[in-house]
């Protein structure tokens, strides 16, 4: 997946060489997905003459910054180079000590930079070392790329609600499965290892009734990547239908599944239960239970990110109450055909051309990626 570059930036005209270099940074920050949140995905690359000296990115939370760890494989070889981050460096000291005194102290000429830092204390790098003398350039990337590479801490920093991302998988007709439901894959093998690596990024996974009725599924991550902390699994069970033997209340999620059901079917979840998950009571309408109040009690527990499989009321009703941040499309070449369960249905008091218009003014902001036989497409909310 791409990203952006602007033309200049900070008065120092980019070269192709320095689009190269700052977009191998971009990609080497994708390296700390699921390790370094909250914190924000970061690569950077030492380079002199064209020619790579170092480069490194933010591996775990709490662990060195990318800039840093760049520079620790080098020592006297950084004077005279350049550095390029996808963020400006860090000036504060918070668990690790400022990016830009070892910058400085290094011997660094020049730093290019992507993104500019969102928060007004950790922000200010660069001009801190401008101050003294470095050469600097930055911000070259727009907003839109920064979210679109950072999409949960880009979002923690403007909003107490959890960023949600949907995902769902669709055959070429929009739909997610043959008549009635039951349970078929679309998708080949390479997506669905996809998804488990998405999985690994996200604070909690989200499904519907119907979903965990058909799947039972185990909600983990179980990928290539793992998750510094698991995701949470998240229930929804309106009429409190839940039992105890459930895959996804089993094992680790024993004890960190949330079951949400509606206030009076509370008590006999929990005794149904035995302790097997947290259940969380929000209030009930005419069409499920309130996913404000819902995304309300989630962020009361720590929960930042929300990775939403299902299905596809679910995830139209979070569409529709803009509940919802990002899409993950997967497309997989195959005809469900009539009788098909919609990705997007309508349900009772919808009409045709409010369905139609749920998906206006989401844009793609990464580039499509085959995986397998399918493609995946991203979709961001605009605004």
Not at 181 to 205: K, Q, Y
């Amino acid at each position: 997946m791409s990203a952006p570059l602007a033309g200049a930036a900070g008065g120092d005209r980019l070269s192709a060489t320095d689009r190269a270099f700052l977009g191998r940074s971009v990609e080497l920050g994708r390296k700390g997905w699921g390790r370094v949140h909250p914190n924000p995905m970061v690569g950077a690359v030492v380079a002199r003459a064209g020619v790579t000296l170092a480069e490194a990115h933010h591996a775990e939370f709490g662990g060195p910054h990318a800039e840093a760890a760049a520079l620790a494989e080098l020592g006297e070889r950084a004077r005279g180079a350049t550095l390029y981050s996808s963020l400006e460096p860090c000036a504060h000291t918070g668990k690790t000590p400022p990016c830009a005194e070892a910058i400085r102290a290094a011997g660094i000429e020049r730093v290019v930079y992507w993104a500019a830092e969102p928060g007004a204390v950790e922000g200010g790098g660069g001009a801190w070392l401008r101050r003294r003398g470095v050469r600097v350039a930055g911000p070259c990337g727009d907003v839109a790329g920064w979210a679109a590479e950072n999409p949960v801490f880009f979002h923690a920093a403007r909003s107490e609600r959890p960023f949600v991302a949907l995902k769902l998988a669709v055959s070429l007709d929009g739909r997610i499965a043959p008549r009635g439901g039951r349970r078929v894959w679309l998708t080949g093998p390479e997506a669905r290892s996809e998804v488990h690596r998405l999985r690994a990024g996200f604070d909690a996974i989200l499904v519907g009734t119907r979903t965990w009725k058909a799947d039972d599924p185990m909600l983990t991550a179980r990928g290539a990547v793992t998750p510094r902390v698991p995701p949470r699994p998240v229930l929804l069970d309106r009429r409190g239908e839940a039992v105890r033997d459930l895959r996804a209340l089993r094992g680790d999620g024993a004890g960190r599944a949330i079951v949400v059901t509606a206030p009076g079917a509370a008590g006999r979840v929990e005794e149904r239960l035995g302790g097997r998950g947290e259940v969380v009571a929000v209030p009930a309408g005419t069409r499920g239970l309130e996913l404000a109040a819902l995304m309300e009690a989630l962020a009361g527990r720590g929960v930042g990110s929300v990775f939403c499989e299902g299905g596809g009321v679910l995830a139209a009703s979070l569409l529709a109450e803009g509940l919802a941040d990002r899409l993950y499309l997967f497309v997989a070449p195959v005809v469900v055909g009539g009788g098909g369960v919609p990705a997007f249905p309508v349900t009772p008091g919808d009409r045709p051309e409010d369905v139609a218009t749920l998906m206006q003014g989401w844009q793609p902001r990464l580039d499509p990626v085959r995986f397998g036989d399918d493609t995946l497409i991203v979709l961001d909310r605009g605004g």
